[in-house]
């Protein structure tokens, strides 16, 4: 099969989060099962371009047409870590992948819809024609309703589109402008409920409820959330329309690249172990005791590591540092937010605990360092109010540091708690809590302790249980080349 994937972030070199690691992985894993994959992103200031092989412009002049005329683009071709990618570079005024950032821009809707449009015109102009188009989130989600709506006439009437929909809170909000900068026109069509309108504010149009409206299939990345977006509040008000759509709607859980994430061959790490040799894991605690110059002991380190957002559960992160501090633990927090003040205050936190050296936060993005968290730390926290999937209790897993985490969306369906799950005991994996309060994460951080503590000999078992869960591509590559051929024949 040939398929292009169409994305705002790839792993390593535009990273903001899970999206990143997930379209690279589910990238390669389809490649090594024999189709034919593309990448095609923006050309971004800020790509870490160390990590991009051969690049070179493949397309010099694609016109794109936007609003009353049209904007010159060149793609450019490199290849990241073995994968195919086109980088598009928009020449106008607005510059808009030149900002020294990935989101958070006042015209992001636009920067993100031009970027849609683009690339559409891209395969339209330069007679690629793959069998499946893979979007994902908001931020692509309007290249659906441009190809079925103005492309497929035009000459590609047999592609067809999965989108997977990473987190139902960022939907792309916008106006009537959409309309006019890309053609589709005709305001009266797409300020529907059946189409493109809000479901809340009849005036303004919903790019990722378009993606669902007009995808061929879409897909949320655990089937636990799959279930949770239809029926509580956590599709942020798209309950009704997935009910609509719900034949072609579906969960697949996220898998991990075990390539990017081996321990024995991470060179980020400072000494290289698996399951069987996890003695050697040691020195990668010490590595990160080091690091972030704590005091050398025999103390559990439990950390966090993740974007610090509400999403998140930061006051129960925050709450979990503070147990720790109580409870002759060391803790390490590495994350970062867009909001100036959920990092002001962390670092605020970080000055006032600074003489204590059990404790280091770091507010920023290091992915060495994430890597080394994962390797040297004993647990990790993962406290969501809600998480469509979670990777970082994944990447934990296969790093031997227990997860501790929040019964609920991914984390449901890839920690099972070591004390009271149903599966039977070779399978527990971590410790799971339910209530999203100081009570309910304690009632696992306690248990935490205590086997760590109490019986290293059992501590050790989980870790190992932990690292050898099959947490990797194969199944939902797979998962996602069925969804693929069905929706191939259509
Ligand atoms: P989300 O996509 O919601 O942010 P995930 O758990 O799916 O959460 O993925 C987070 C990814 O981003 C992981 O690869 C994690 O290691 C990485 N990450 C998040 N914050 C940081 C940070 N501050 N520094 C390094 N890596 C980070
Ligand atoms: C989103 C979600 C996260 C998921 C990631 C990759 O950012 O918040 O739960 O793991 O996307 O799918």
């Known amino acids: ?59 010099n002049d694609l016109w794109v047409p936007w609003c009353d005329g049209a904007i010159r683009c060149t793609v450019w071709f490199g290849l990241v870590h073995g994968r195919k990618c086109y980088f598009i570079e928009p020449h106008s ?9 990935f989101y958070g821009q006042w015209d ?81 069509r797409y300020f529907t409920h059946e189409r493109l309108r809000d479901n809340f504010n009849h005036f303004a149009l919903n790019l990722m409820k378009g993606g669902i409206v007009y995808s061929n299939f879409v897909t949320t990345v655990s089937p636990t959330h799959a279930w949770e977006a239809r029926f509580t509040d ?37 000494a290289p172990f698996d399951a069987v040799d996890i003695d050697r894991r040691e020195a990668n605690t010490k590595a990160l005791r080091e690091r972030c110059n704590l005091t050398d002991s025999d103390k559990p380190i439990l950390a966090y590591v993740g974007r610090l957002d ?12 503070f147990y720790a501090m109580n409870h002759d633990a060391q803790f390490v927090l590495l994350g970062s937010s867009p909001e100036p003040e959920t990092n002001d205050h962390f670092r605020h936190i970080a000055g006032w605990l600074s003489p204590n050296r059990d404790i280091y936060i770091e507010v920023g993005f290091n992915e060495q360092l994430a890597h080394l968290i994962y390797a040297g730390a004993h647990g990790l926290v993962v406290p969501s109010i809600y998480e469509p999937c979670g990777l970082t209790q994944m990447m934990a897993m296969r790093y031997g540091a227990v997860p501790i985490v929040r019964r609920v969306g991914g984390l449901a369906d890839t920690v099972f708690d070591w004390d009271y799950d149903s599966r039977p005991r070779d399978q527990r994996c971590g410790f799971v809590f339910d209530h999203p309060d100081f009570d309910g994460i304690e009632s696992a951080l306690q248990r935490f302790f205590g086997l760590y503590t109490n019986s290293p000999k059992l501590f050790r078992t989980l870790q190992r249980q932990a690292m050898g869960r099959d947490m990797s591509w194969r199944l939902p590559g797979q998962h996602y080349l069925d969804i693929y051929e069905h929706i191939r024949h259509r």
Request: with cysteine.
């Open 93 to 101: 005024p607005e510059a808009f992948f030149e900002r020294g950032t």
């Open 234 to 270: 956590q599709s942020f008000g798209f309950g009704e329309t997935l009910h609509i759509h719900q034949s072609k709607f579906g969960g697949v859980l996220n898998g991990l690249d075990y390539e990017a994430w081996n321990p024995a061959l991470d060179p980020m790490i400072a």
């Open 108 to 188: 992001d809707p636009a920067r993100f819809i031009f970027f849609s449009k683009a690339a559409l015109e891209y395969l339209y102009r330069s007679g690629k024609r793959p069998d499946i188009i893979h979007v994902h989130d908001w931020q692509t989600a309007a290249l659906p309703v441009l190809l079925y709506e103005m492309y497929q006439q035009a000459g590609m009437p047999n592609q067809r589109v999965c989108h997977t929909i990473h987190n139902f809170r960022h939907q792309g909000i916008t106006d009537g402008y959409m309309l006019y900068a890309t053609g589709l026109g005709h305001p009266e």
């Open 1 to 59: 099969m040939y398929i292009v994937q169409i994305a705002s972030e790839l792993a390593p070199i535009a990273k903001v989060g899970g999206l990143a690691d997930v379209v690279y992985g589910l990238s390669r894993e389809l490649e090594l099962r024999g189709n034919a994959v593309e990448i095609i992103l923006p050309k971004y200031d800020r790509l870490w371009y160390d990590q991009i092989f051969g690049l070179a412009p493949t397309y």
């Open 310 to 321: 509400s999403q998140k559960g930061v006051h129960l992160i925050r709450h979990a540092l």
